[in-house]
């Protein structure tokens, strides 16, 4: 069992459990996921918080934010400035590196539910990341 925070349209925050990433897509794809707050099944996961316990302070030792909403925005930019945007040319790029036809690099895009089902068969790793377009992308 998977455990994601999801939120609802009208910004209530909830957990969720489900069998795998798949199911939770594919119930949320026929809107079987609701808010228990006001019912509402226009869903989306949004990053879980993470705590990280040292014997420095993890703004310190990484210069950081604790605060999960910064530390979520943050981690955004980073990706945003050290991986390439592929955009929707995201699974050609992974499998061309993955057979080595290019070199490997730090990539970024967006893949349709049966690219990502590609990926996964072909034993490609990759790490799904929940992002708002900024205003100015909509």
Same mark, same amino acid.
């Given at each position: 069992m998977i455990a994601f925070d999801l939120e609802c349209a009208a910004g209530h925050t909830f957990e969720g459990? +489900?069998?795998s990433t798949e199911s939770f897509d594919e119930q949320n794809a026929?809107?079987?996921v609701s808010c228990p707050i006001c019912s509402n099944t226009d869903i989306r996961r949004i990053l879980s918080p993470v705590a990280?316990?040292?014997g420095i302070r993890a703004s310190e030792s990484t210069g950081l934010s604790m605060d999960p909403q910064t530390l979520a925005r943050e981690m955004i930019e980073f990706i945003d400035k050290n991986f390439e945007d592929v955009g929707t040319? +995201? &699974?050609k790029e992974a499998l061309k590196m993955h057979y080595?036809? &290019?070199e490997k690099r730090n990539i970024r895009g967006a893949a349709t539910n049966e690219e990502e089902k590609t990926l996964k068969e072909e034993g490609i790793e990759y790490f799904k990341i929940p992002h708002q377009k900024k205003k100015h992308e909509a």
């Open positions: 459990w +489900f069998s026929k809107n079987l990280v316990r040292s040319e +995201f &699974t080595g036809v &290019t």
